[in-house]
């Protein structure tokens, strides 16, 4: 939340068609985003409205069609080899036949660094995830959201300026969601890392982030940006602050207006979209 | 917990892990199981012969009690005859007998030839398992060569190896070096099948965790593919160790190598009129070798994979 400004994405016109032909679906459609350093950015949407695809134009997981994306002044494809950002998925994604440690390890060892350099570093990201007593343990002895902590601990190994979360606590219980927004809060105040973070999920975007990106779908675009101006730090107290149910309500509307003005004379398109984006991530 | 959030990485690999993690029995209840059916099968082949066997007798006595008993089977099969199917004691005895006049006895020649064929085996097993992971991560790599080449792989495992064998002994001679690479021969197949599936097994997001972290191709063949492969190389290991043994005693045949397995089978086939056991027992090593060699390829398993997978029972 520094007031520096300086830009950590920009994206300017940036299109993505997945297929060619007939058959061809526009997942994003001339998207336009500034994230400035230190901000924490939602991105929220109805499945198919193409948020995770943005997300993967961002970390240069899937080129875009048309349009410009760029990440710290560079374009997304060299911020990428430069190991400029650190990824979370909705699944942890863990090696399973290494243990927690040297999962954490993973992009410092692909990245060269010496072995006592990667061996501290992983301890101090697990002890900031509060695993430090599972270094030692194998993926499947830890829980669900143990092991996306895990997930996140090794996106922050390198300590990445910007870091992009795709609908991380998606697979995990309202419960241990909310706990792992706290912590999430908590690592941000921390690190003063630029976030962008894909959910589904109202009450986490607000709860989380200083802006809230909605999105529509077919074709994806952004109706509208809401600034959240809960104090900081976020903590228990911010869900029962009257000015976050206001602003639920606003997310919630924002979303709501797409779904009543026209998007529903193609009812049912949406379902396609979202199994292309899918299909499309998995090859 | 929730399944996606525990799904492993490899992303079809329930099947293998199945296999790969031993199902939740004690060693006592293990070796029972094993008892038991082996017990079974040597009952129900003398209740065979007892039915449709040959006919025998009991004419003497019994501590000073005379026993003249004489069995007629109610049926015969010329397959549950002596000379088809031996007495399960015959065969077991067949161990103890000697191997030639003053000899050592049948066991001890048969341990000299298992040892013999296993030498074999186990190199071409190496060889083979060098080549059908090197001929996977080939066609992983180079998609063009695998379009060119598969259909030969598989096509030279549908010629019989027993043509294969004259031509490797002329080649190479008739040594156990040449023998050791008909095995190779019957290896490697099963590797580069389990190798191309398994290095693509893994998570498609877990290739993209290594994109976003700048991985060079190199750096995900060594963090990603090739452990991910793992349980299917295990897999396709299991099978070759018993390929190889086979390989190996076929291999023995046209290089008329005395010393091992095969050697001992041309042999007890010569003289099978007058002891047909000693074919019996002969298969019976050549069935352990094999049962010993797999044993072997899971122990090796178990130690690279301690931890990695939830234990059955747990």
């Known amino acids: 939340m520094t007031d520096d400004a300086r830009p950590v994405v920009e994206i300017a016109g940036a299109t993505k068609v997945f297929g060619t032909g007939p058959t061809a679906v526009t997942a994003l459609e001339s998207i336009d985003l500034a994230i400035r350093a230190g901000e924490f950015v939602s991105l929220i949407g109805p499945s198919g409205c193409g948020k995770s695809t943005l997300l993967r134009l961002i970390g240069d997981l899937t080129p875009a069609t048309a349009g410009s994306v760029r990440v710290n002044g560079k374009p997304a494809d060299e911020a990428r080899r430069g190991r400029e950002y650190g990824i979370v998925f909705q699944a942890p994604v863990l090696f399973e036949w290494r243990t927690v440690d040297r999962n954490v390890e993973l992009p410092l060892e692909i990245s060269g660094h010496p072995r006592a350099e990667r061996r501290a570093r992983a301890l101090e990201m697990l002890n900031l995830v509060e695993l430090g007593d599972f270094a030692r343990a194998y993926p499947w002895q830890l829980s669900g959201g143990m092991q996306q902590r895990v997930a996140i601990a090794r996106a922050l190994a390198t300590d990445p300026e910007l870091l992009l979360m795709d609908e991380p606590f998606g697979a995990l219980d309202e419960m241990t969601r909310e706990r792992m927004n706290n912590e999430v809060m908590a690592i941000w105040r921390r690190t003063k890392t630029t976030v962008v973070f894909v959910t589904h999920s109202i009450p986490e975007a607000v709860f989380l982030s200083t802006r809230v990106v909605v999105m529509s779908a077919r074709p994806g675009r952004i109706t509208k940006v809401i600034d959240v101006d809960l104090p900081q730090p976020r903590t228990f107290e911010t869900r029962e602050h009257p000015r976050y149910f206001d602003l639920v309500t606003a997310v919630r509307e924002a979303l709501r207006q797409r779904e009543t003005d026209g998007s529903l004379v193609e009812g049912g398109r949406g379902g396609d979209v979202a199994a292309r984006i899918r299909a499309e991530g998995y090859t | ?314």
């Open chain 2, 1 to 314: 917990m929730t399944p996606a959030a525990v799904r492993p990485l490899g992303a079809s690999t329930r099947v293998v892990r199945r296999s790969a993690s031993r199902p939740g029995l004690s060693p006592r209840a293990r070796a029972l199981a094993v008892t038991g059916v082996v017990a079974t099968f040597f009952v129900l082949w003398e209740v065979l012969k007892w039915l449709a066997g040959d006919p025998w007798r009991i004419h003497g006595s019994l501590l000073g009690v005379r026993v003249d008993y004489e069995h007629l089977p109610p049926f015969a099969l010329s397959i549950a005859g002596d000379l088809a199917l031996p007495h399960v004691w015959s065969i077991v005895g067949a161990f103890f007998e000697p191997a030639q006049r003053y000899g050592p006895p049948v066991w001890e020649v048969l341990i000299g030839a298992s040892l013999y064929t296993f030498r074999e085996a186990f190199v071409g097993f190496v060889l083979g398992a060098v080549l059908g992971l090197a001929l996977g991560i080939v066609f992983v790599r180079v998609r063009l060569l695998e379009r060119a080449f598969v259909p030969y792989v598989v096509a030279s495992q549908t010629i019989p190896l027993i043509t294969i064998a004259p031509i490797v002994v002329i080649y190479l001679g008739a040594s156990w070096t040449s023998v050791a690479m008909i095995a190779a021969y019957l290896t490697f197949f099963p590797v580069t099948v389990a190798a191309l599936r398994g290095l693509r097994a893994a998570d498609p997001r877990a290739f993209e965790l290594l994109r976003s972290a700048a991985a060079s191709e190199t750096q995900v063949f060594w963090k990603l593919r090739l452990p991910a492969s793992v349980p299917y190389l295990f897999s396709a290991l299991r099978i070759s160790a018993s390929a190889s043994v086979v390989g190996a005693i076929i291999g023995e045949l046209p290089s008329g190598i005395p010393d091992g397995l095969g050697g001992q089978i041309l042999q007890d086939v010569q003289y099978y009129i007058t002891g047909p056991e000693r074919l019996w027992a002969t298969l019976v090593a050549a069935a352990l070798l094999g049962i010993l060699f797999v044993g072997l390829v899971r122990v090796a398993e178990t130690v690279l994979t301690t931890g990695r997978y939830r234990p059955a029972n747990a």
